[in-house]
């Protein structure tokens, strides 16, 4: 039976993890995420969970404990935002070539500088490349729900990668919401218990983890890390009917929304797709045929999803609310176009939005895809890329 | 323990044959590679001048001392590096030490 209730992204997200009652949690406090570790040593001091709470002195500790903790065969998550994840960089790359399951929940910062506390992606998306596997929340009910997937994708047997659960911070992780949570019980059984093949506490199986690698395997290594991540693929789907089953709600690897018969498309991520369908509401109330498409799933890439939600589009505005600084677009943009090319006619625009807590409304959308309507019409793809909701 | 379970891991292995991540199952098995190949100095053992101490024994790195009944042996070479430190403890000069090629 569901449990209605009103709550935060991050007090979802930390009800989620009472609820999945992991075994080490090691976490270093940064805004925005900062509540999620004291709810969850909140619960830990009044014994509602038995989870083991590491206070380390850094974000760089907090992912070496976290390492150290699921390579012993602990269940382990943490949080952090912006520097946060900047710190636990090297061990990023580590735990997902150890092949260690944890999960990470990314409260979306501004990566500094300049300093800023609020909401952009260039946190998350500068470890788009460390091999795990990322999953982007749109409000607090897909924060909680997501989370609770992601312990079960990442210790698939056919992936054995870590997952970074990502929602907005501020916007998804502190703004209240109405949202629907499962029994404890139902989570309980739905994650069930963390059981490694291998791990370093058994006394009965000896192993070494993290071994130097030298050029004759490394190669293979990585390889191997990218099976892994393609296999993500069928494991989220699989994880997610069996969510559907007990919660009623559908997920994928995107959510496509008014694309049936839409000729100008957007692609987003995050807290944004929710201002963008008010947007693409109010413009089909206007007799204009405009659809969304909402990045769910990150890493692995959803190219296939991708190329048949868009094709047959006139054209597609990709919106990165992280600058990447390449001189050609966003992280989005890119991997967008990289998916569509050879594939499709439509004009594909790249636009940077939103950036360190930049207000994104309706009407910054309407004007995203109007931007969209003019490039269609022109029937060129300027160079570049632009940005939205800039002084001029 | 004992058991070389990465035996059959080898340069000529396919991805899917490799461990994950390059786990190393089993124990010990730095015992199966002979890494005494990187020395480039080496101690020789003089056993008529040795006491049996066996001070050399315990500052060893590479346990590349093998000691039976209270007694040391010579030098293990697959696995000593020639670092020259039981050379230096030594009281009863039992132990030289030269580069190779010397």
Not at chain 1, 84 to 95: N, S
Not at chain 1, 191 to 213: H, I, T
Not at chain 1, 285 to 305: C, D, I, Q, S
């Amino acid at each position: 039976m569901a449990i209605r209730e009103r709550l935060s992204g991050n007090e979802a997200v930390s009800i989620a993890i009472r609820q999945v009652n992991p075994d080490v949690m090691a976490a270093f406090p940064i805004t925005p995420s900062t509540e999620i570790p004291q709810f969850i040593s909140t619960y830990v001091a009044n014994g509602t969970i038995d989870t083991e709470f590491v206070a380390v002195e850094s974000e760089h500790s907090a992912m070496s404990a976290c390492m150290g903790s699921q390579a012993a065969g602990a269940r382990t998550v943490t949080a952090t935002s912006s520097c946060g994840l900047a710190l636990m960089w090297e061990m990023l790359y580590v735990v997902a070539s150890a092949r260690l399951p944890l999960t990470l929940c990314c409260i979306n910062r501004a990566l500094t500088g300049p300093i800023n506390i609020n909401n952009d992606h260039s946190d998350s998306m500068g470890a788009r490349d460390a091999g795990w596997v990322q999953i982007y929340a749109e409000n607090a009910q897909e924060a909680y729900d997501n989370y609770i997937q992601c312990v079960r994708i990442g210790e698939h047997k056919d992936v054995q990668l870590p997952v970074m659960a990502c929602q907005d911070g501020f916007i998804t992780s502190h703004a209240v919401e109405n949202i629907l949570l499962l029994e404890d019980a139902e989570v309980k059984a739905f994650v069930g218990e963390y059981e490694p093949e291998k791990y370093l506490l058994n006394e009965k199986e000896a192993v070494s983890m993290g071994p130097y690698d030298i050029a004759n395997y490394y190669m293979e290594h990585k390889y191997q890390q990218k099976v892994a991540l393609d296999n993500a693929k069928q494991v989220i789907y699989d994880v997610a009917a069996e969510f559907e089953k007990m919660s009623g709600r559908k997920y994928g690897m995107i959510e496509e929304y008014m694309m049936e018969d839409a000729e100008y498309a957007m692609v987003i991520i995050g807290s944004s797709a929710g201002t963008a369908k008010d947007a693409v509401d109010k413009m089909r109330a206007e007799g204009k045929k405009v659809g969304l498409v909402k990045v769910r799933v990150y890493r692995p890439f959803p190219e296939e999803e991708m190329v048949k939600a868009l094709s047959g589009m006139k054209g597609v505005v990709v919106m990165d609310k992280a600058e990447g600084y390449s001189a050609l677009g966003g992280p989005l943009g890119a991997d967008v176009k990289a998916a569509l090319f050879g594939r499709t006619d439509a004009v594909v625009l790249n636009i940077v939005y939103g950036l360190g807590g930049r207000d994104v409304r309706v009407e910054s959308i309407e004007e995203a895809y109007g931007r969209l309507f003019a490039a269609v019409e022109a029937g060129s793809v300027p160079f570049g890329y632009d940005y939205l909701g800039l002084r001029k | 323990m004992k058991d070389n379970l990465m035996k059959h891991i080898n340069e000529q292995n396919a991805w899917h044959e490799l461990t994950p991540g390059g786990m190393i199952y089993g124990s010990g098995n730095s015992e199966h590679f002979n890494t005494g190949e990187w020395r480039v100095a080496v101690p020789t053992f003089i056993e008529d001048k040795c006491k049996q101490c066996l001070l050399c024994v315990p500052v060893c790195p590479d346990s590349a001392i093998p000691v039976v009944d209270s007694k040391r042996l010579d030098f293990d070479f697959d696995h000593c590096k020639g670092c020259g430190i039981c050379y230096k403890v030594c009281p009863f000069d039992a132990i030289t030490f030269k580069k190779i090629g010397e």
